[in-house]
């Protein structure tokens, strides 16, 4: 394959992910958020902490099937997974778990820069011919959305947040350099206060 | 329960398993788990999550467990291998993390190549931190699978009950 070939114009990567992930948010409810490592951790953050939240500074390819965990643990609340492009990329064939226990509860929301921007913006997989939505579907999670506009938000919260999972969403994000918006990295508090929310735990 | 046929250790750590409350069982599937597998599988109250790789099980165990559902693991030695990172998650938000795995490469393997992690699982599960429950008796699979259970749940820890080849039996294709 050619050099040339290999690089695909992001013309359509545009949105800033903070604003968009705060615009979104305002729209979560009750909802349990667990994150992928890196950036959408910080942006989950900074859109405003939360005891919903479920942040993760490791475990890369790990958030779905976490999110998946927690979403047939809770069938009754809803959970999103947010995370990046090349975190979901390392998870991918947890979609296919996903699409086989097919909980009515989990939304999987990737923020596709299309770039390894905690590691010094690495092309990722997504910038080539990957298309997250068709594996998505080719997985078997049959609802699946495309999202290039920040205008798009208030229909993707729709999405994410009220439609009968699961359900799977890219959000085409621009490549960004954002002010560190770094939450509490114990893990243990950071369970025991989504578990105290839950009612699982007396806090 | 299939209580017609002789008692297994499978039939073993399913009672425990119940006695506990350990209602889903993530899993790449292995020959020696297949009675235990269908004794999961038939049981209208309990859940069989079958994976793509085996880390994904650290995922969805400590999801479960912050969502208030008691969960484990049960794959074949080599898939350890594949969850060596993984195991931080687990062991980063302090969530228990059981795993029962049947061995191969360990006792009168045919194939050589399971051998490399089947003589390296206790070493690495231990390395990261992995509390590990080798057995090699059958009669001693259901005390050993409820000592490790009961650690990971009281303690909030990573647990790994090794079942020996030796009470599995070796694979043979049919030849020697």
Known sequence: MSKASQKRAATSNKIDRRSFVSDLFKHRGNAIVATGLGSPTWDSFAAGDAVENLYSWGGMGLSVSTALGLALAQPSRRVLAMTGDGEMMMGIGSLGVVADQAPENLAILVLDNEHFSETGKQRGLSSGRADLCAIARGFGITQTMFVTEHGQVGDLADFLFKQKGPLFAVAKIAISEDPWSLPEKDGAIIAHRVRTALGVVKG | ?176
Do not use: Y
């Not at chain 2, 008692?7 to 350990?22: G, L, P, T, Y």
């Not at chain 2, 235990?36 to 793509?52: H, K, N």
């Open chain 2, 1 to 176: 329960m299939p209580s017609a046929k002789s008692k297994h250790w499978s039939d073993d750590v399913f009672r425990e398993m119940k006695s506990r409350n350990i209602s889903t069982v993530c899993t790449i599937p292995d020959g020696g788990l297949t009675r235990l597998l269908e004794m999961v599988g038939e049981d209208a109250s309990m859940r069989l999550v079958t994976l793509s790789t085996e880390e994904e099980g650290m995922g969805v165990v400590t999801g479960q467990w912050i969502g208030g559902n008691r969960a484990m693991i049960a794959m074949q030695s080599s898939g350890v291998g594949n969850c060596i990172n993984a195991l931080g998650l687990p062991g980063a938000f302090k969530a228990p993390c059981l795993m029962l795995v049947t061995m191969r490469g360990q006792w009168g393997e045919f194939n050589p190549w399971q051998n490399a992690m089947g003589g390296a699982v206790q070493s690495t599960l231990e390395a990261v931190g992995v509390k590990c429950f080798p057995v090699d008796k059958a009669e001693e699979v259901g005390e050993t699978f409820a000592a490790a259970a009961d650690m990971a749940f009281n303690g909030k820890l990573s647990a790994a009950v090794l079942v020996s080849q030796r009470i599995i039996g070796a694979k043979g294709f049919g030849q020697k």
